[in-house]
């Protein structure tokens, strides 16, 4: 797992609370809007805006620029200097998600990505109280907790402009927000390869 926020360049911290606010409007119109939203898999909540990397905006290629920062570091902490041999492109598809007060989502993996993550838009407001509204991410290991190997569940606080990444196939869910903790607005993505490994010609 890796945690993309940069708070410590102030230039770049800049046009990530800019380009925040841009989003933030983009995807409660269009969430309004769209046809195909939905709460599937998610209490107090709405999956929408799943073009949302087709749209054209000057924020949606910087979103992009974003995950592929993200990818390329997952892949070189992964690999190493073998990294460069992955020459292939990659497939990305991306996702809105609005909870409302209480919302939260069950655990679930994206199996069929390599990489996955979620970009904070807005966190709401989890009141100080325990982990309300965190991203958790559990150790896959059946015998983990058993043989306090770990604790067995990672928490995330939801801060706006944060993007966490983590393999696909990583099991991850959301905590229920608090009754009047507000609004929370995130974007959800995944990432694969094509099948053209040049290593394994």
Same mark, same amino acid.
């Given at each position: 797992?890796?945690?993309?926020?940069?708070?410590?360049?102030?230039?770049?911290?800049?046009?990530?609370?800019?380009?925040?606010?841009?989003?933030?409007?983009?995807?409660?119109?269009?969430?309004?809007?769209?046809?195909?939203?939905?709460?599937?898999?998610?209490?107090?909540?709405?999956?929408?805006?799943?073009?949302?990397?087709?749209?054209?905006?000057?924020?949606?290629?910087?979103?992009?620029?974003?995950?592929?920062?993200?990818?390329?570091?997952?892949?070189?902490?992964?690999?190493?200097?073998?990294?460069?041999?992955?020459?292939?492109?990659?497939?990305?598809?991306?996702?809105?998600?609005? *909870?409302?007060?209480?919302?939260?989502? %069950? &655990?679930?993996?994206?199996?069929?990505?390599?990489?996955? +993550? $979620?970009?904070? =838009? #807005?966190?709401?407001?989890?009141?100080?109280?325990?982990?309300?509204? *965190?991203?958790?991410?559990?150790?896959? %290991? &059946?015998?983990?907790?058993?043989?306090?190997?770990?604790? +067995? $569940?990672?928490? =995330? #606080?939801?801060?706006?402009?944060?993007?966490?990444?983590?393999?696909?196939?990583?099991?991850?869910?959301?905590?229920?927000?608090?009754?009047?903790?507000?609004?929370?607005?995130?974007?959800?993505?995944? =990432?694969?390869?094509?099948?053209?490994?040049?290593?394994?010609?």
């Amino acid at each position: 797992m890796i945690d993309v926020t940069r708070p410590g360049c102030h230039t770049a911290y800049g046009r990530t609370v800019f380009f925040n606010d841009t989003l933030r409007d983009l995807i409660v119109t269009r969430t309004v809007t769209d046809p195909e939203a939905s709460n599937f898999g998610v209490i107090s909540a709405t999956k929408a805006n799943q073009d949302i990397l087709s749209w054209e905006h000057p924020a949606i290629d910087w979103f992009k620029t974003q995950i592929m920062d993200a990818v390329s570091t997952l892949t070189s902490a992964v690999l190493g200097d073998a990294a460069s041999e992955v020459t292939q492109g990659v497939i990305a598809e991306a996702w809105t998600v609005v *909870y409302a007060e209480g919302g939260s989502l %069950r &655990p679930h993996t994206h199996h069929d990505s390599a990489w996955s +993550g $979620v970009y904070y =838009v #807005e966190s709401g407001d989890a009141g100080g109280t325990g982990d309300a509204g *965190y991203l958790q991410l559990l150790d896959p %290991r &059946p015998a983990a907790v058993a043989r306090e190997s770990s604790e +067995g $569940v990672f928490r =995330v #606080e939801p801060t706006p402009g944060r993007m966490v990444s983590f393999p696909g196939w990583l099991p991850h869910s959301v905590q229920a927000t608090l009754t009047g903790g507000g609004r929370r607005i995130c974007i959800a993505w995944n =990432v694969a390869y094509d099948k053209d490994w040049t290593a394994m010609k």
